[in-house]
Structures are given as C-alpha cells and as structure tokens.
C-alpha cells in the first residue's frame, strides 16, 4: 500500500478546521466540497433560516406602520427602532463572543426574537395592534437581531479551512440571499394570505427552525488566556486593532457610508415608493426588494466558482462607484418593472460588496479577535442602517420619498469617489 507525504504543521488559525490530506495527483476541493462536514451544512440551513425571517420582519414592519398609520416619516421610524439596538448590543456581544460558546449565543438570541415576533402575531389577531407597538416590538426585535450578528459571522472561520475561507463567506452569502430573497416574497405573500397577525406568527416558527439547525454545528473552543481582560479593555483592544489598521479603517468608513446612504434609504423608502409612486400592492411591493437577492445571488455564485481572485480591495472600491447612480435611477424610475430590473442590477453590485468586505476583513483578522472586530464592522453598518432609515423617513417627508433616494445617491457615489481616489491601503488589501 503506497504511503503518503507526512502532513506539514497546521498554519491556521485556532479554532478553524483544516482541510483533509489531499494526495499530491488529487483534483482540487470543489465548490461545493463544504457541504460534506455536517456542522457547515447545518450552519448554512441556520443562517439561511435566521436571514429568512431577517428579510421577512424588515418588511413586514414597515409595511405594518405603513398601513396603520400612512406616513413614511414612521416607517423611517420603525427602520430606526430595528436597528438602532446595535448601538448598545453589538459591541458587547463581539467580546462575549471571543469569549464565549458563539452557538448558544445565536441560539438565545434566535429564541428571544421568536418570543417577540408572537406578541407581534397575538397583538394583531386580537386588533390591539398600533404604531407605538408595532414600534416597541420592532425595537425589541432590534436587541435580538443585534446580539446575533457578531457570533453568527464569527462561527465561519471556526468550521471552514484558511484556504477556503472566501468560498465558505461566498456560500453562505448566497445562502443569506436566497433568504433574504424568499423572506420579502414570503413576508408579501403570508400578509397577502393571512394577515400581519399569521405573517408574524410564521416568522416566529422560522425562527425555531433556525435554532434547531444551529444546535447541529459542533465548534472547538479555542483555548483561552490566563488572564482575560476586563470588558471595556477587550473592546477597547478590538477597537486599536481595527482603527490601527488603514486598509481596515477605511473599510469601517465605506460601511458607515453604505449603511447611511444605501442600505437604512434603499429599506426604508422602497416600500413607500412601490405603494404610493408605483402603486403596486403587500405582494409585488415585497417581491420588489426581493429583486435585489436575485441579483446578490447571482453574483454570489459567479464568485464562489473563483478559485483564486487577486486585488479584491481594488475590486471592492471600483464596485461602489456604481452603487450611488443606481440608487439615483431608483428614486427617479416611474414603472415597476424598469425599477425590477435596476434592483437586480444593484444587487449584483452587492453581491460584490458584501462577500468583499467579509472576505477582506476575516482573512485579515486572527480568531480570537473575530468576534469584537465584526461586531465593530456589524456596528458600523447594522448599527448606521437605523440612523439611516430615521433620516430618510425624515427626508421622506420634506422633499418625498423618491427624491430623497436620488440625493443618498449623490451622497453615496461622493463618497465611493473619495474613497477611489484616497484609500490605496484598501484598494491594495487582498
């Protein structure tokens, strides 16, 4: 029986998995290599459920408000109430979550989100619901969604191999699109069917789904120091390592951009553009975001099938010089389908954007400082995505809601220009 060359020494991260011992005439791990190690499937079919409902009560919580009260400036309101909870949760739960079973803090936190998304259901079947409900429940949502982020993204580095750490980002981004995708379909549909009250119901079960898949990934705990430090020194150390770092600092500023002029007005405002200057009803207006998934997955799976990409910084920043006309042509698009197809295109755009960022920040970034630098990065999107969305129902109101899209694009592509012609430490990061 042939023997096989001794193993070199394991140069991965701790925590992470290392790929089998492939023979030297072996054809290469194909894309879809991942799924055979039960603990990422499982982790996939968790993300994928968590991002269904994710996709799913962003919708149906602006449409709720809008329907109970008929002001966008509202519906910026309820945005705001989801999101603004990462302000105070997402940084602490980065440092719990380097210290912590990152699992059962998804697993908790999904439970928490279930038992609000019932109130949200009983509320409404028994018509006790109103705006300030509709905005209190969201505002409760917003902590368990918070508390989620930082140990969910965290868990990748931990089960997928160094070498393929950009195709396990890039499988469960098309997993978190296919989500988010069939989560506004479903949202529109189940509010079409069984009204907010059986929509909300439906999405508290999904998030029990999300649960029991979760408690089929099986995580090696990386060891830890000593001596741990306190809480704020933990934080205060992610936060040097992050902002010490140009190439990540600059990564950081795009994300607060995006989340502020991309993201909190693209949530927001579409729904009120759809029903009130397209004049479509619950189930097209959800398809509409949906649009934006297809787009995101498509791109998804161009790049999960690149086994090697160089210059991904570059790629990155010449992608969000086009991110800031579209959401232009958005705000200024009178017919729906024109508007379906411009929402693909953007999503393509994110589908960019999105496995980029991951990709460029967790392969920059040792395990054991995972969770705080993604709650940072968390933060600095989750956490704008709500300013984002009260400035837009604001705007909504001044100059209306179309408008206020066409001026975050000018903001937006400003941006994308500045960080063009000034970020070459990220453009440079690979």
């Not at 989560?183 to 439906?202: E, W």
């Not at 295109?345 to 040792?366: D, F």
Request: charged share 10%; with cysteine; glycine share 10%.
């Amino acid at each position: 029986m042939a023997q096989t060359a001794p193993t070199p020494p394991s140069t991965a991260p701790p925590g992470s998995r290392e790929a089998p011992a492939q023979p030297s005439d072996a054809r290469p791990p194909g894309v879809m290599d991942l799924f055979r190690d039960a603990s990422f499937r499982n982790y996939w079919a968790a993300t994928f459920f968590y991002f269904l409902v994710f996709g799913a009560q962003r919708f149906a919580f602006v449409l709720l408000v809008l329907e109970l009260t008929e002001r966008a400036g509202l519906a910026g309101a309820v945005g705001f109430a989801l999101g603004i909870p990462a302000f105070f949760v997402t940084i602490p739960a980065g440092v719990w979550a380097d210290r912590m079973d990152r699992r059962r803090m998804v697993v908790v936190a999904n439970v928490a989100g279930a038992a609000v998304l019932t109130v949200v259901a009983v509320l409404s079947w028994t018509g006790a619901m109103n705006a300030w409900f509709a905005l209190a429940t969201a505002l409760a949502v917003g902590f368990a969604t918070a508390a989620v982020q930082p140990p969910l993204t965290a868990i990748v580095q931990m089960i997928v191999p160094t070498e393929r750490l950009m195709n396990g980002i890039v499988l469960r981004t098309m997993g978190q699109n296919l989500a988010q995708f069939f989560g506004t379909v479903f949202a529109g549909g189940a509010i079409a069917l069984f009204d907010f009250g059986g929509a909300f119901a439906l999405q508290a079960s999904l998030y029990l789904v999300a649960v029991a898949f979760m408690l089929g990934v099986r995580l090696e705990r990386p060891a830890q120091p000593a001596a741990r430090p306190g809480m704020r020194e933990a934080a205060t150390e992610g936060m040097r390592f992050v902002f010490g770092d140009p190439a990540l600092r600059g990564l950081v500023i795009v994300s607060i951009f995006t989340g502020l002029f991309m993201l909190g007005p693209t949530f927001t405002l579409i729904p009120e553009v759809a029903r009130t200057k397209l004049g479509v009803g619950p189930a097209l207006n959800g398809l509409l975001l949906a649009y934006t998934s297809i787009g995101m997955l498509a791109m998804s799976i161009f790049l999960v099938t690149r086994r090697e990409m160089t210059g991904k910084g570059n790629v990155f920043v010449t992608n969000l010089l086009v991110a800031g006309p579209v959401i232009c042509v958005l705000g200024l698009s009178p017919w729906y389908a024109f508007t379906a197809v411009v929402m693909v295109v953007w999503g393509l755009g994110g589908g960019i954007y999105v496995n980029m960022n991951q990709t460029l920040i967790q392969s920059n970034t040792p395990n054991e400082m995972m969770g705080r630098v993604m709650s940072i990065y968390s933060l600095s999107i989750a956490g704008l995505i709500p300013l984002g969305a009260l400035l837009s129902g604001i705007g909504a109101e001044l100059i209306g809601a179309d408008r206020y899209l066409v001026l975050s694009g000018v903001i937006l592509t400003g941006c994308a220009v500045w960080a063009f012609l000034t970020q070459h430490d990220l453009r440079a990061l690979d």
